[in-house]
């Protein structure tokens, strides 16, 4: 029994001492920091399910913001977060080859993921970007905006049904997410995959049932995200894989079944396959087809839930400030009544400038995605404009930077928990400070679909506002932010809102 104490004491003790092996990093560089938590690091009140990952940025930001250097712990993993603006060009665009990586998001070899862009490295990465860039051009987005018209008929008709049952004029409750999950899950299919689909007529059809399996991380799924994240060795061991292979495969077979059809019947479409398609054809690299269906793939991450939020975000503010709302919807009104019949398109879309404001102080104020990251490729002497000595990056150190936390900053946006699209008018928007506005990341490695993302978002908020007004539910959230738990900005009683016919 002795023995047995014993042995679990030294498998306690070696497990501490591992856990907790790399706490004293910052001492050592002389980084201020604030003591981690055994395993999770700063990511406590995240991980007990006390605040979403975006309010625990957006704090720890504001507790830290007078050092332009701090450590933080992303579970066992130190990063080394940039607080200031000029640092943060420094390190994603004028120094960009010691730092031209992302930090890895999965520890995995299965199939597809390191394929993924954002996953991509070096050389390679550099590669398939150039090879993607003109996938995702106005002009290809604009031929790719017809293929999404039909979604958004749906998505309306949908709505339009949902309102049948309330009383004429006055309106029905909606949760929001759950439709525009649905939407977003659609224009994916259609855009990307060459699918089409409809969530709301088949509600279980399978490529949102897999799709929904793929792009939410909850329960196991995060599990074994944050355990390939902390401890890929154990992850390894115990045969685990992010995503279960017939989903993968589900998608595979999509892709390619698609590309070899259109290449025996000369089928053309306006969709991410096609574009890939005649990519490939130009490229100078020889890409296989896990290369080119894992950029279908990335879709689900990069697109399915993060623009459906973008929407539910928007129209949370539109009913919080109705005086926007309304100024809006003669916008929208004015663009409509300039298409005289014909239906929306791209050009008309980003012709609407109060609606870009409004989006803009929408991804100000609830940034889809909290921080972003980068990895040191090479040794790096930080240096401040008198050439004195800042920091010694190493190789392999961790970058964080904390894009809530920058954009809630009141030094860059004065009163930030206020919804102002004035921040972005054309007398404005060359006032803010470079790199304190980066929704999308900065440099070589921000988003590449940031066009994809914007005209879905505007386009749905225009077709929403031109048929309803958006006004509170008794059910609607008072605090979004303190609300919301998890990685994911969503409130845990959801986006209701109260829809009113015009």
């Known amino acids: 029994m002795l023995y047995i104490l014993a042995v679990v004491g030294l498998l306690l003790l070696w497990f501490y001492k591992w856990a907790t092996a790399r706490h004293n990093e910052f001492v050592d560089r002389g980084l201020p920091f604030e003591k981690p938590s055994i395993l999770v690091g700063n990511n406590l009140d995240m991980v007990m399910g006390k605040c979403s990952f975006q309010k625990l940025q957006k704090e720890f930001y504001a507790r830290t913001r007078q050092h332009k250097l701090v450590g933080f712990f992303n579970f066992i993993t ?28 999965f520890t995995t070899t299965e199939r597809l993921i390191n394929d993924m862009l954002s996953l991509m490295k070096d050389q390679r990465w550099k590669h398939m970007r150039n090879t993607l860039t003109p996938v995702f051009t106005a002009a290809k987005m604009r031929t790719m905006f017809g293929l999404m018209n039909e979604s958004f008929a749906e998505c309306m008709e949908h709505l339009k049904k949902q309102g049948t049952a309330s009383k004429s004029g006055e309106g029905f409750e909606l949760e929001l997410k759950e439709v525009f999950n649905r939407l977003s899950n659609d224009l994916i299919a259609t855009t990307a995959f060459g699918l089409k689909v409809s969530s709301y007529k088949t509600p279980n059809n399978e490529f949102f049932k897999i799709g929904m399996s793929v792009a939410l991380f909850r329960g196991k799924a995060m599990f074994k995200f944050m355990l390939s994240n902390t401890m890929p060795k154990i992850f390894k061991l115990l ?26 019947q000369n089928i053309v479409r306006p969709d991410m396959i096609q574009l890939l398609m005649e990519a490939k054809k130009d490229a100078t690299e020889k890409w296989s087809d896990d290369e080119l269906v894992a950029q279908c793939f990335i879709f689900f991450f990069a697109a399915f839930e993060n623009n459906a939020s973008l929407i539910c975000t928007t129209a949370y503010e539109l009913l919080q400030n109705p005086d926007v709302q309304q100024r809006l919807y003669e916008e929208a009104k004015e663009t409509h009544e300039s298409l005289r019949g014909q239906p929306l398109n791209y050009d008309a879309v980003m012709k609407m400038k109060y609606m870009d404001m409004v989006v803009s102080e929408a991804l100000r104020k609830w940034a889809l995605a909290a921080a972003t990251d980068r990895e040191c490729s090479k ?37 930030p928990h206020k919804f ?77 809102v109260h829809l009113v016919p015009r």
């Open 239 to 264: 045969g685990f894989s992010i995503f279960d292979a017939d989903k993968t495969e589900y998608f595979i077979r999509l892709v390619v079944d698609a590309m070899k059809q259109r290449e025996e």
């Open 379 to 415: 040794d790096y002497t930080l240096r401040d404009d008198d050439g004195t000595v800042q920091f010694e990056f190493k190789k392999g150190d961790r970058i964080n930077i904390p894009i809530i936390g920058i954009h809630w900053d009141d030094r860059y946006f004065p009163e």
């Open 78 to 105: 130190p990063m080394i977060q940039l607080n200031d603006p000029e640092i943060i060009k420094k390190i994603t665009v004028k120094d960009f080859d010691h730092f031209p990586n992302h930090s890895p998001f």
């Open 420 to 496: 102002d699209p004035e921040r972005f008018s054309d007398d404005n928007k060359d006032n803010l400070v470079p790199y304190t506005y980066i929704p999308f990341g900065v440099g070589p490695r921000n988003c590449i679909g940031n066009r994809y993302a914007l005209m879905q978002a505007k386009a749905m908020i225009y077709n929403l506002l031109l048929k309803y007004r958006i006004e509170r539910s008794p059910k609607t959230v008072r605090d979004l932010m303190s609300d919301s738990r998890g990685i994911q900005l969503t409130p845990k009683s959801g986006y209701w």
